[in-house]
């Protein structure tokens, strides 16, 4: 356990549906990154909050995507009208300094 | 371009050494890292290296070279509980620290 949590763990929806993950970070942590990994590939950068103010996003984040850090604690990533492709695992890492620590991730299947 | 190169897959067996080599092309430098991760799991942090030479931690060293965009992650005294995938993740120059992934290496220890 590295300290990070991350809620649901597994997320089964339709496509179309909205889904809501939810990442707690280490508590002193001040950065907070997202990213996604699919089957066989290492994780992608999606989008970074350095406390509350969200500086950096990834192309990969269309406007399908959203994300909030809103106190500069924990952190929600929203996808509007889900589809098949965006099934993969949402991986949440919180850092101070060099090393990120990942929460366990939130594996999510459209169908 | 980002680019990150290190083998799919490799076969050890159980007491003896194994070198991961990765190599990278980057639009910028500021650290380099080797995460482990098990299947369904999160990465965890292995090892960080910013300047060129070795970095041994225990049963893990890791190796980098600037000038050659090169690494390497050595595991001594393999056991069983090492068949994993090492993911070799480069920071970029940006501010924000965000992690740039390999594919990562699916190392299979044989007994």
């Known amino acids: 356990d590295t300290g990070v949590s991350q809620d649901p763990r597994h997320k089964i929806t339709k496509r179309g549906q909205n889904v809501t993950f939810r990442c707690d970070p280490i508590?002193?942590?001040?950065?907070l990154y997202w990213y996604r990994q699919t089957l066989g590939q290492g994780p992608e950068f999606l989008t970074y909050?350095?406390?509350?103010?969200?500086?950096?996003k990834s192309r990969l984040l269309s406007d399908r995507f959203s994300a909030e850090r809103p106190k500069g604690s924990f952190s929600t990533l929203e996808i509007q009208r889900t589809e098949q492709g965006d099934s993969a695992m949402y991986l949440c890492?919180?850092?101070?300094?060099?090393?990120?620590?990942f929460g366990p991730g939130t594996r999510l299947t459209v169908l | 371009g980002q680019n990150i190169d290190q083998p799919t897959e490799m076969t050890a067996t159980e007491g003896a050494i194994v070198q991961i080599n990765c190599t990278y092309q980057?639009?910028?430098?500021?650290?380099l890292f080797w995460y482990q991760q098990h299947a369904g799991e999160a990465p965890t942090f292995l090892s960080y290296?910013?300047?060129?030479g070795l970095e041994e931690k225990g049963r893990f060293s890791s190796f980098l070279s600037r000038s050659k965009g090169y690494s390497y992650l050595l595991l001594k005294e393999l056991q069983m509980k090492d068949s994993a995938s090492y993911l070799c993740?480069?920071?970029?120059?940006?501010?924000?620290?965000?992690?740039?992934f390999g594919q990562g290496t699916t190392l299979q220890v044989k007994p």
């Open positions: 890492a919180s850092s101070s300094h060099n090393e990120q620590f």
């Open positions: 508590s002193e942590h001040n950065r």
């Open positions: 909050f350095q406390n509350e103010a969200q500086l950096e």
């Open positions: 980057t639009s910028g430098f500021n650290g």
């Open positions: 290296n910013v300047l060129d």
């Open positions: 993740v480069v920071r970029g120059s940006s501010n924000t620290g965000k992690l740039i």
